[in-house]
């Protein structure tokens, strides 16, 4: 078992819809909780990060961690053509002196159709 | 653009050759991290250097080495090159300070073994 699980899709939606992506992980010691984006041939960006658990909220993207059910998810409102991508979520536990490990799950490739 | 800079951009080689990609991370950032992105595998991190010393070691192969300059610019060696190498390998770099997980990642090398 990965340790962080991803569907990879691909989820079709039509333009303006909201959008959920779910990773879930098995290790309790992660304790930061990350989403990049991929775009075709191009390295990932980072999207949101979260502490613990929680929501947090950056424009049109919301991100929620439950530690309790070890669930995260990506929530994207009113999305756009341009959101078209791969969902990378990423996991840490608490940092060991300058280790910042980070535990990826596959992805999830996102079409938004207009 | 995200400030960290790889050359080149694409590579083609024959199995058993030896390659070294290279990566200058984003200015003041001390931290450099290798992954290695295949379709099937996903991003796999290979290792993390900080400050010219190696702090964290992932699903590296024997062949591949890294090491990290004095000017904090870093290199990937990969030697003896099988088919299943071919990959898109892409560095990232962070501050890791505490409580910096933020990776910044750079537009990635295309590798191509034949």
């Known amino acids: 078992q990965k340790e962080v699980e991803q569907d990879p899709g691909p989820l079709s939606v039509p333009e303006g819809a909201i959008v959920s992506l779910n990773c879930t992980y098995s290790?309790?010691?992660?304790?930061?909780f990350m989403w990049y984006r991929q775009y075709s041939r191009k390295g990932p960006e980072l999207l949101m990060y979260?502490?613990s658990s929680g929501n947090k909220e950056d424009g049109r993207f919301t991100a929620q961690v439950d530690k309790s059910s070890k669930y995260i998810s990506l929530f994207i409102r009113d999305s756009q053509p341009s959101d078209s991508a791969t969902y990378l979520c990423?996991?840490?536990?608490?940092?060991?002196?300058?280790?910042?490990?980070?535990?990826w799950g596959l992805g999830t490739s996102l079409a938004v159709n207009p | 653009d995200s400030g960290v800079t790889q050359t080149p951009k694409h590579l083609i080689t024959a199995t058993g050759q030896r390659v070294t990609l290279r990566c200058s991370p984003r200015?003041?950032?001390?931290?450099v991290y290798w992954y290695q992105q295949s379709l099937d595998q996903g991003l796999q991190f290979l290792i993390q250097?900080?400050?010219?010393?190696?702090?964290a070691k992932g699903n590296i192969l024997e062949r591949f080495s890294a090491q990290q300059f004095p000017d904090l610019h870093s290199e990937l060696n990969l030697s003896s090159l099988e088919l299943g190498d071919s990959a898109l390998y892409f560095c990232?770099?962070?501050?890791?300070?505490?409580?910096?997980?933020?990776?910044?990642f750079g537009p990635g090398t295309r590798l191509t073994v034949t």
């Open positions: 990232a770099s962070s501050v890791a300070t505490s409580g910096s997980y933020e990776q910044y």
């Open positions: 200015s003041g950032d001390l931290s």
């Open positions: 250097y900080y400050n010219g010393e190696e702090r």
């Open positions: 290790n309790s010691a992660f304790q930061y």
């Open positions: 979260t502490y």
């Open positions: 990423a996991a840490s536990p608490a940092p060991a002196g300058n280790n910042r490990k980070l535990i």
